[in-house]
């Protein structure tokens, strides 16, 4: 198979920290930028005159609550901090959640038996 | 696409939640079946990179926005069981952490953004692939096809939930129309990113990309080296 050209270039850990760089810019840099407008589901909802119905989110007060960091004053860097914590988290709830089901799996009885 | 609390009725939300709970552990069970062990740290930057581009809302239409589910580019990622439980992972942070999408709604919101896309998305994307050659391009357009179909299916099985617990008076012909128009709108944009990003991906690494296994791309090299991390 050495006449096949080679598109692989980058290692497998070389792929995740780039792609993991790349979700922290867009989450730091960009996030704050975001447009503030409702989305789809808001807007019909306000449209169609159900969005009153809306109830406050238990964990409203939660010190990340809403994207913004509690005590940081300036608005762009609260976003960014608050993006920087959420890939952090789901990076780590994930990739731990995987490795448990997976880990689970492997040393399941029904995975000792040769197949 | 988040359902806040308060907009379906508590009994349909609760209803939801037991449903995909059953239907998480099934597809948990299934990931945890299907991704090779080594790859763990994929599922990981998948869920973390959704969570970021949820973050970026644009501009879809006068005053409203949207942002990328993500479900069926992690689908087309990694598989549709470990996409769906990436973006799970992706609504309960964000549930939990930034108040976003109702607690109550938890279950409505995985349904709808997580195995709706995830599973639906899949499967409008293996159907397209069928009717196309088998090149990488191919695998593009039809992860950008589905993307943007299965926004339109998350906003159907919101108009779906409405139909049974919305607590709205306007009727469900109207929420349909209302849903179906904005997220033709948002899929588009949904289609064309992700299809942005599995052409980046498979012009990188080909190889971790679950939905162009076919295609065999450099297989020989890398399979190499599964088998000897694997011994």
Known sequence: ?115 | MHIPDGFIDGTTSAGAAVVVAGGLGATLRRAGEVLDERRVPLAGLVAAFVFAVQMLNVPVASGTSGHLLGGALAAVLVGPAVGAVCVSVVLGVQALLFADGGLSALGLNILNMALVTAFGGYAVFVLARRVMSRTPSSVVVAAGFAAAVSVVLSALAFTLEYAVGGTGTASVPTVAGAMVGVHVLIGIGEGVITALVVGAVLATRPDLVWGARDLAIDQAATSHVAEKVAS
């Open chain 1, 1 to 115: 198979m050495k006449g096949v050209s080679r598109p692989v270039r980058f290692g497998f850990g070389a792929f995740i920290a780039a792609g993991l760089i790349v979700a922290l810019v867009l989450a730091f840099f960009v996030s704050p930028s975001a447009s503030g407008n409702p989305d789809g589901l808001n807007k019909v909802a306000i449209d169609k005159g159900f969005a009153d119905a809306e109830k406050d989110h238990a964990f409203g007060d939660a010190p990340t609550a809403g994207y913004e960091v509690r005590g940081v004053d300036d608005d762009r860097l609260s976003t960014g901090l608050a993006g920087i914590i959420g890939v952090a988290v789901t990076f780590s709830v994930a990739g731990g959640a995987m490795l448990i089901v997976r880990r689970a799996r492997r040393t399941s009885p029904a995975e000792a038996v040769p197949h």
